[in-house]
């Protein structure tokens, strides 16, 4: 049932893939779920360091019993009953969040929902509220249901003459949409960059740029989908990579385990966690020369070609001296 709520068991499930280091998409795959659903569910219950399904569970349904329960938003006037203090938060949040880009009167509207314990209001009291005509209301709230953060109900209390009206309800889920936007857009720089990439070619400068820029957003691509990686994870991966570089060429998990004292196990999730987060490696990146075998690189696209011909050159160079210098220190021995 795609389009449904979680069942305890589903988040039973996702608890224990989350503790087995699996991303987002792939727990949503196995559920028959959109990965959106999977991250909204972790984000709104603590993060992937402290998902617990009991806890998720019994939150979504106080979430629901409060939804079901809203009535008509607070009574009173203007802000100005308010203390002087509450006021000041007031106008940073605003200004806040109009400093991100947001239109001055929607931050106001979004302030107005977010101060407010039902996070509902209708078009008549957030004209009463802010003191403002309808028409800058009407067009707030439009901009702001645009862009998916409030959405409009009917408005079922009062008596019936006021039933007619529309409410305007902040969404409870408002920052993980914006997460998951966020990603989606990320994502598509991320292909879009990519094909301009192949299409100018990597050896042009262009085409480094552009690759350039692909493998930045994929990155962030790809820790936005699979949520942040605990501090734990990521210093073994690191450690794993010291290992390859120290080794000097390509190894087996069972080798480096054997080699630094750890699980197999341990080793084999830390190179399963730099495969998924290759941004824990930068400038190096993990890569598996065969089957099994495993080894340490510089990361593609972290140098232009015009470097990369220059490095290469200049080891041929020093190779040719060091063959040239070989004879001559034979002799003197």
């Known amino acids: 049932m795609p389009g449904g709520r979680l069942t305890e068991d589903e988040r039973r499930s996702i608890a224990g893939w989350l503790s087995e280091g699996i991303g987002y998409a792939e727990a949503a795959r196995r559920l028959g779920r959109p990965t ?50 509450a006021r000041l938060f007031w106008e940073q949040f605003a200004a806040a969040m109009a400093a991100t880009g947001l239109p001055r009167m929607a931050a106001r509207v979004l302030t107005e929902l977010f101060t407010t314990d039902t996070g509902s209001l209708t078009a008549a009291e957030l004209v009463h509220r802010l003191r403002v005509s309808p028409a800058s209301v009407s067009k707030a709230v439009g901009y702001l249901e645009g862009l998916g953060t409030i959405r409009r109900e009917r408005d079922h209390g009062g008596p019936p003459a006021r039933r007619r009206r529309d409410r305007y309800v902040l969404d409870d889920d408002l920052w993980v949409s914006a997460w998951t936007s966020g990603a989606d857009s990320t994502a598509r720089w991320a292909g879009t960059a990519l094909r301009g990439a192949e299409l100018l070619g990597p050896e042009t400068p262009a085409g480094a740029r552009l690759q350039q820029t692909a493998l930045f957003f994929q990155r962030l691509a790809a820790d936005m989908d699979a949520g942040p990686v605990p501090a734990a994870d990521g210093d073994r991966v690191l450690t794993v990579l010291a290992a390859l570089v120290e080794a000097g060429g390509p190894r087996t998990t069972d080798t480096l385990a054997a080699a630094l004292g750890w699980p197999e ?33 510089a990361r593609p696209g972290r140098l232009s070609p015009s470097q990369q011909t220059a490095l290469t050159t200049d080891q041929a160079d020093q190779a040719d001296q060091a063959a040239q210098a070989a004879p001559t220190a034979s002799r003197r021995a």
Do not use: I, K, Q
């Open 36 to 85: 959106s659903t999977v991250s909204r569910e972790v984000a709104r219950n603590g993060g992937p360091g402290a998902y617990r399904a009991d806890h998720a569970h019994r939150a979504t349904a106080w979430r629901a019993r409060r939804s079901g329960s809203r009535t008509a938003a607070a009574s009173g006037g203007g802000r100005g009953a308010e203390s002087g203090e």
């Open 265 to 297: 196990g341990r080793v084999a999730a830390a190179v399963a966690t730099a495969v998924r987060h290759p941004e824990l490696t930068d400038p190096l990146a993990l890569r598996e020369a065969a089957p099994g075998l495993w080894t340490a690189a």
